[in-house]
């Protein structure tokens, strides 16, 4: 049988433990129902920053949003940053309410995910810099070749923006705890590699063609299309100054000259 006096005795100290742990509950739910507030309210202010920074037209000209609209990510930044922040601040108030309720099994897990939250944040950061930087070196890049006359100018600027996106996502997936030194120790001897070979070719064999580079410069500061010269007792009209050579269209045909002999020889400008 049943003994009454013990099941009295166990319903209340059942009912004394419900009750000491009641508060420790209502705080608990406290901490969560404040913290998800404040985290909407910062949240927001966070997202308003942004915007004022204009951080969305930021990740729009670095070529960023295009990439995350391939990913599959339709959100904006200055969102992604908000929803971030706000996660960053409610997941304080989730811990101190279970570390107010005791529960420190379940602790340890959320502790790591907040400590790694700060490196999420500057990947992504650095993500949205180093797009832009490399946006802005490749255009001045491309533009600065353009106005030297190499036809090729935007060929450069493209590689200079891959080659610093390259970069730039290396240094991000560091950023998120991943040893990529091999990878970068290979990438910085490759890049040695082909400057010392680039160097090595402009110094055994391509002056000449250094030399033709920056002549065509000076030839479309002194020439005119369409104008009628004549270089080394060769008469025509010059029809196009390109990177290397220049093309003179003659009696009987066309002529390809160097850009140096232009400068370099006496060459007379007809009226």
């Known amino acids: 049988m049943l003994n009454p006096e013990m099941i009295q005795y166990t319903l209340t100290n059942l009912v004394e433990q419900v009750l000491s742990y009641l508060p420790m509950l209502l705080t608990a739910l406290l901490l969560l129902f404040g913290g998800w507030l404040l985290a909407r309210l910062l949240s927001g202010v966070v997202r308003r920053i942004a915007q004022r920074l204009g951080i969305d037209d930021l990740v729009e000209r670095s070529g960023l949003a295009a990439g995350m609209q391939n990913a599959g ?9 908000a929803l971030l922040g706000f996660w960053l601040v409610w997941l304080y108030f989730i811990l101190a309410a279970i570390e107010n309720l005791g529960l420190s099994l379940a602790l340890s ?6 400590g790694y939250l700060p490196n999420i944040f ?14 802005v070196l490749g255009r001045s890049t491309q533009a600065a070749v353009a106005t030297m006359g190499v036809e090729f100018h935007e060929s450069i600027g493209r590689a200079i923006r891959m080659l610093l996106l390259v970069i730039t996502g290396v240094v991000a997936v560091e950023q ?8 970068t120790a290979t ?20 002056r000449d063609i250094a030399r033709n580079v920056l002549a065509s410069y000076y030839v479309r500061e002194q020439f005119e299309l369409g104008a009628g010269i004549v270089v080394d007792g ?19 045909g066309h002529i390809v000259i160097p850009n140096t002999r232009l400068i370099e020889s006496a060459t007379k400008i007809l009226d």
């Open 234 to 252: 060769q008469k025509g009209t010059l029809e196009s100054i390109g990177t290397v050579n220049s093309e003179i269209a003659v009696e009987d």
């Open 109 to 114: 897990p959320l502790q790591a995910l907040l």
């Open 187 to 206: 990438m910085t001897n490759l890049i040695t590699i082909a400057v010392a070979g680039f160097a090595l070719a402009f110094g055994l064999g391509g």
């Open 176 to 183: 998120l705890g991943f040893d990529l030194s091999f990878l």
């Open 73 to 81: 990510i339709q959100r904006k930044m200055t969102d992604l940053i």
């Open 122 to 135: 500057a990947a992504i950061l650095t993500l949205v810099i180093g797009a832009l930087l490399a946006q």
